[in-house]
Antibody, heavy 118, light 109 residues
Framework: EVQLVESGGGVVQPWGSLRLSCAASGFPFDNYWMTWVRQAPGKGLVWVANINQDGLVKNYVAAVEHRFSIFRDNTKNLVYLQMDHLRAEDTAIYYC???????????WGRGTAVTVSS | DIQMTQSPSSLSASVGDRVTITCRASQGISNYLAWYQQKPGKVPKLLIYAASTLQSGVPSRFSGSGSETDFTLTISSLQPEDVATYYCQKYNTAPPGITFGPGTKVDIK
């Protein structure tokens, strides 16, 4: 089955760290850019970061640059989001998504919830 | 950075109505524009990419048009199952990255 499954979310204190994982299956993982998108409670979608097929090109939204790091392991079909120095405003559901060759994010996971609170 | 805006922010229409949502980019983005549907409590779903290409499996009542800075998503005949928030999204532009619009919430009158 073609799917993405996120894990690693939870409750963390401000300035803490979390590592999210996204397990891909059912498609040639190393053929695709992968993306993380987040959605704060009751708010819209916000792109967080993406990474190219070989992991050498990474892009981040300004709000997380220098705090978050995206990386991937093509041998395990996993993409990660390392989140450091977390802030209350990072509280959101984090979705992993596949970037389609022709445009758009055509496959999404169900998301993992991150809550930053003392 | 390229900013994306959408109008209206919400709308209410009757079943069978034609519904149009507008998305505007602050700079020209060619046709690098996608539309998503997110039903309450659900994962976003890709509807349209390259401004006007319907994703496989999406009903033909959905259509997209536009280029550069002005884009529209049209639902030709609104159905109850179309209640959702719709987002536009730009991609493949410089600076690199993806930007979503703020969303348009569609309800049934």
């Amino acid at each position: 089955e073609v799917q993405l499954v996120e894990s690693g979310g939870g409750v963390v204190q401000p300035w803490g760290s979390l590592r999210l994982s996204c397990a891909a299956s059912g498609f040639p993982f190393d053929n695709y850019w992968m993306t993380w998108v987040r959605q704060a409670p009751g708010k819209g979608l916000v792109w967080v970061a993406n990474i190219n097929q070989d992991g050498l090109v990474k892009n981040y939204v300004a709000a997380v640059e220098h705090r978050f790091s995206i990386f991937r392991d093509n041998t395990k079909n996993l993409v990660y989001l390392q989140m450091d120095h977390l802030r209350a405003e990072d509280t959101a559901i984090y979705y992993c998504a596949r970037q389609a060759d022709l445009g758009g994010l055509d496959l999404w996971g169900r998301g993992t919830a991150v809550t930053v609170s003392s | 950075d390229i900013q994306m805006t959408q109008s209206p922010s919400s709308l209410s229409a009757s079943v069978g109505d034609r519904v149009t949502i507008t998305c505007r980019a602050s700079q020209g983005i060619s046709n690098y524009l996608a539309w998503y549907q997110q039903k309450p409590g659900k994962v976003p779903k890709l509807l349209i990419y390259a401004a006007s290409t319907l994703q496989s499996g999406v009903p033909s009542r959905f259509s997209g048009s536009g280029s550069e800075t002005d884009f529209t998503l049209t639902i030709s005949s609104l159905q109850p199952e179309d209640v959702a928030t719709y987002y536009c999204q730009k991609y493949n532009t410089a600076p690199p990255g993806i930007t979503f619009g703020p969303g348009t919430k569609v309800d049934i009158k």
